[in-house]
């Protein structure tokens, strides 16, 4: 009997790439296999478009893809599928750049869709959020200046002694707008959503376009910014290197993203692992 149509999920850093941030051709060749058998295949990423959608054409998707943590639904080719996005009011947005001026953070960082805007220059962050200076300009100077929409996501780097209190300060003053997550060490930055925003909300309208039940959609993860998506999947899978809490709220724990976990997964569950050589 045939397999039911399922809708694959599959997050990038930390899971579907390696350490060196590339995808093994095994893996590519399993998810080709399976989107030609009629599955259906989607990233969601906390990356920016401009960050992911050299994974999206290397795998050669024509699917929906979920960017910025949720807070960016969109069809790269299909203009006509539409768009959602989340952002965080302006207004707000220029109070926490207030309050990140008044602790002193060291550097702020705005995404408005694909637009990036930048504090203060930093080559580290530049190196990673502009890997083509003409290709992909990072706006550079006073944010609060520079910032003219609605931003999709920010980044705070506060002090490393601070981020605690900044955490606690923006929570407190916008409890029913805004969502904080503290990256943790060594990152120490904070990202800041709309209240509400995550992978699974975007999930679960890309489930209801392709009218795929939960018990068939298989989700991949390894960070804290999966949980809700791990949650809301019929089958979740951390990864082995993913953090303690995405592993206990996942149905199965497969092997690490330099291990090929994700293929491994598949092609155990799907049982083609003896069509991929």
Avoid: C
């Avoid at 109070?95 to 408005?112: E, H």
């Avoid at 805007?117 to 520079?146: A, M």
């Avoid at 018990?215 to 949980?227: L, P, V, Y």
């Avoid at 690490?256 to 083609?272: A, H, M, P, Q």
Wanted: aromatic residues 10%.
């Amino acid at each position: 009997m045939r397999m039911r149509q399922h809708l694959i999920v599959l997050d990038l850093d930390g899971t579907l790439l390696s350490t060196e941030k590339e995808i093994v051709p095994k893996t590519k060749m399993l998810i080709k296999k399976l989107i030609s058998i009629g599955h259906i295949v989607v990233i969601a990423t906390g990356r920016s478009y401009r960050m992911s959608n050299f994974y999206y054409d290397y795998l050669n998707l024509n699917t929906p893809m979920i960017n910025s943590n949720g807070a960016l639904l969109h069809h790269p080719r299909d203009i006509n599928w539409g768009t959602y996005h989340q952002p965080i009011n302006r207004e707000y947005a220029y109070d926490i750049i207030d309050m990140s001026y008044a602790s002193q953070s060291k550097n702020i960082l705005a995404k408005v869709i694909d637009s990036i805007y930048l504090d203060q220059h930093d080559e580290r962050i530049l190196n990673f959020y502009q890997p083509n200076k003409l290709v992909d300009p990072v706006i550079i100077g006073r944010i609060k200046d520079k910032l003219k929409a609605d931003p999709t996501i920010m980044l705070i780097y506060p002090n490393d002694s601070q981020i605690d209190q900044l955490a606690n300060k923006f929570k407190s003053y916008l409890p029913d707008s805004i969502q904080i997550r503290n990256w943790g060490p060594p990152f120490f930055i904070l990202e800041v959503m709309r209240k509400g925003m995550n992978k699974a909300a975007a999930l679960k309208k890309i489930a209801e376009f392709y009218k795929i039940p939960k018990e068939h959609i298989i989700a991949f993860g390894d960070e804290n910014n999966d949980i809700e998506m791990i949650d809301y999947a019929g089958i979740g899978v951390a990864m082995e290197n993913g953090s303690d809490e995405l592993q206990k709220v996942a149905n199965y724990v497969t092997d690490t993203n330099n291990n090929e976990g994700v293929r491994k997964f598949l092609e155990s569950y799907f049982k083609i692992n003896h069509i991929i050589t």
